[in-house]
Nanobody, 121 residues
Framework: QVQLVESGGGLVQAGGSLRLSCTASGRTFSTYNLGWFRQAPGKEREFVAGIWWSGVITYNPDSVKGRFTISRDNAKNTMYLQMNSLKPEDTAVYYC??????????????WGKGTLLTVSS
């Protein structure tokens, strides 16, 4: 069992930066593939960025476009999402997920409860 807790959301002006954290319980954190997802009001949850247990990283190019950086610190059981050049369209609830397989929305084994990011124009 893995429990995930996101933190770091809040209100930021367009063009600003913010770092989200996702801290996990459990001793098998390093064996999971981890992802950041987001869900804007009225929209489906979408993949933002993922980092595999091996360290391989993938991004959703449409939503990230070089502005976000994902990382993980297995010693701290924590994953991060550094977000720069934020835009109002980045406003969403951001979720972290853990998977023993794919990083698709429907492939995650565990989810956090989410943290809200609001970007004002």
């Amino acid at each position: 069992q893995v429990q995930l807790v996101e933190s770091g959301g809040g209100l930021v002006q367009a063009g600003g930066s913010l770092r989200l954290s996702c801290t996990a319980s459990g001793r098998t954190f390093s064996t999971y593939n981890l992802g950041w997802f987001r869900q804007a009001p009225g929209k489906e949850r979408e993949f933002v960025a993922g980092i595999w247990w091996s360290g391989v990283i993938t991004y959703n190019p449409d939503s990230v476009k070089g502005r976000f950086t994902i990382s993980r610190d297995n010693a701290k059981n924590t994953m991060y999402l550094q977000m720069n050049s934020l835009k109002p369209e980045d406003t969403a609830v951001y979720y972290c997920g853990a998977s023993s397989g794919s990083l698709r929305v429907d492939g995650m084994d565990y989810w956090g409860k989410g943290t809200l990011l609001t970007v004002s124009s």
